[in-house]
């Protein structure tokens, strides 16, 4: 499956299950092999958590570059926290997936113009460019996320690192893929150049956007259908292997 012959012109990097651990403290050699890919080609983050978190990790690991934050939803400068690129939900869309989702998940919240709320009441801009609902259960989170999704919405399951299942709610289109397109669009590469690394189901449309894709081996099985190569989990840093093999090498 590895393909030594790809030589990517720019890397996406998932957070949660790749890089960040049950704890979010990325190991060392994590940090110090994200930070020297940074100094040869465009690297970022590409994450569903919203653009505070993606900054501050972008910094952690000495990132300049755009980086992807709400699902794709969103691309963030991670030195000023400015907003390069946000796709913003329908005001009366919002409204309508809040009423549904507070009675029905365990939580709920939303990044307003950059800010996270944790209350609707809390809403002041109305440019929601993400909706987060935890859920108990898988299936739980995959029934409403069939059950949301239209084409005035799209829905997408995401387990983060600790275990938890959620949705994540986003406009039309908008996904870790068209992210990827709007990210390459800005730094002056092609998508066929960018090389993603993840390990989750929301990391799949960013897989099949890409030029090559590389899995942490905890990844489900069709990520690693998709994958052009994998890595070992997060546990033995597999991302450090990625970056050797495909950019530091």
Known sequence: MTSKLFQP?????????TVLPLDDRPTDVVISAISQSAQLIPTAIASGRVQQDVAHYARMFNLSAPQLA???????????GRIIQSHYLDKSEVENTLIQLIKASDRVLVSDRGRIVWSPDEIVDWQISIIMAKFESEPE?????DRLSSDTLTVLVSLDNKGDWYIDCTSPGIDKGSGLRDFAATVGVEPG??????????????????????????????????????????????????LERYVLS
Do not use: C, Q, Y
Request: hydrophobic share 50%.
């Open 9 to 17: 012109k720019a890397v996406l990097i998932d957070l949660d299950g």
């Open 70 to 80: 709400d699902n794709g939803a969103t691309l963030v400068d991670p030195l000023s």
């Open 141 to 145: 989170a995959r029934n409403w996320a």
């Open 193 to 242: 150049d960018v090389m993603v690394i993840g390990d989750g189901w929301n990391d799949i449309a960013m897989f099949e956007a890409a030029g090559f894709g590389v899995a942490m081996d905890s990844a489900p099985d069709h990520l690693l259908r998709l994958a052009n190569d994998v890595v070992p989990g997060i546990d033995e840093d597999g991302v450090v292997t990625a």
